[in-house]
């Protein structure tokens, strides 16, 4: 859903703020230069996500995500200032058909300027179906649902988890269906890959922190990309980079560009509602009223 605002884009504040020089209208010793260049600032600022869901959703791994796999500004629920963030596009967080207190939550959020995603994607297993419970999520709230992952969108194996997986996989270990099982398991005694010096390490502190940084189905993944592909070589950036694809962040750039137009739009009638607050203190009301008439500013 997307909404065009011709006339908020073009006006000749949002013009004059975009091109940084909305303070340039007032003398450089007015009082109001520096709140109408504080104001284009915040006008100009880039896009701010804030992510909001129920508790252990995974709202803090959805808000680092968006900044290292999006690069967008995005805020998790410890993070903003006693929950004060002012946002301009919200990003819910389902890891299930919705709740009560989801209905909720969505009905405080703006629906032009909020996507609704299927987190922890991955504990589905087979990507069809966390697309049928996203799809079914969809029905029940009347707007689209994306399936993402994003413990493994923020995956970052090191080298030695790399040639511990290695391990795995040449000792044809798979991860046990209860997934507490994989820190109490060991390599002791199982085949190591060929050339390979035993392993020495601190097995029981590499499990644990796998399975917390990856948990049990990114690490199923990992262990049969490097036993599809033959690792020999391979860098662990490579690892890296195809269970980052699985969390699917990149389908959400479309729905976040269809929401511009609206995000534009919020943005200029604040500047307005800004400069309006300006203009009402006195100084440079004429240049300032002019401006937000939309009129050229007489000489
Ligand atoms: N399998 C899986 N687990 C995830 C994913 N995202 C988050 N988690 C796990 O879910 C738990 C909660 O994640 P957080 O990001 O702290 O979620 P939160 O909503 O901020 O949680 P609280 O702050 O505790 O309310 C952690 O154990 C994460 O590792 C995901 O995409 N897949
Ligand atoms: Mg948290």
């Known amino acids: 859903m997307s909404h065009a605002h011709p006339a908020a884009s073009t006006s000749a504040l949002t013009r004059a703020a975009d091109d940084g020089r909305l ?15 504080a104001a284009a600032r915040r006008y100009t600022r880039p896009l701010q996500v804030q992510v909001r ?15 290292e796999r ?22 819910y967080l389902l890891t299930g058909p919705p709740r009560r207190a989801d209905h909720q939550n969505l009905a405080t959020l703006p629906t032009d300027r909020t996507i609704v995603v299927l987190g922890k994607a991955d504990i589905h297993g087979d990507p069809a179906v966390a697309d049928r419970l996203a799809a079914r999520c969809a029905d029940q709230i009347l707007t689209p649902v994306y399936p993402v992952s994003p413990l493994l969108a923020c995956v970052d194996l090191r080298d030695d ?31 190591t890959p060929a050339g390979a010096a035993p392993f020495l390490g601190d097995e029981r502190a590499l499990r644990a922190g796998l399975l917390r940084r990856v ?8 262990l ?11 860098a662990v950036d490579a690892l890296n980079d195809e269970l980052r694809a699985m969390g699917r962040m990149t389908s959400l750039l479309d729905p976040v560009r269809q929401r511009i137009a609206s995000v534009r739009h919020w943005r200029a009638l604040e500047l307005r509602a ?19 008439a939309g009129e050229a500013v007489p000489a």
């Open 53 to 67: 869901g129920r508790p252990g959703t995974g709202r803090d791994t959805l808000a680092r995500a968006l900044r």
């Open 274 to 292: 800004q400069v309006a607050r300006i203009a009402a203190r006195g100084h440079d009301r004429d240049t300032l009223e002019y401006l937000l």
């Open 23 to 37: 303070g340039e209208f007032v003398a450089a010793s007015s009082p109001a230069r520096a709140e109408l260049d």
């Open 161 to 191: 988890e790399f040639d511990f997986l290695r391990r795995l996989v040449a000792a044809g270990e798979e991860m046990p269906s209860m997934a507490a099982q994989f820190p109490t398991a060991t390599l002791a005694g199982r085949p």
């Open 70 to 91: 999006l690069s967008i500004t995005a805020i998790g629920p410890g993070e903003g200032d006693d929950g004060q963030v002012d946002a301009d596009l919200w990003v």
């Open 215 to 222: 948990d049990q189905h990114g690490l199923e993944r990992a």
């Open 224 to 234: 049969d990309l490097i036993a599809d592909h033959d690792p020999a070589g391979a």
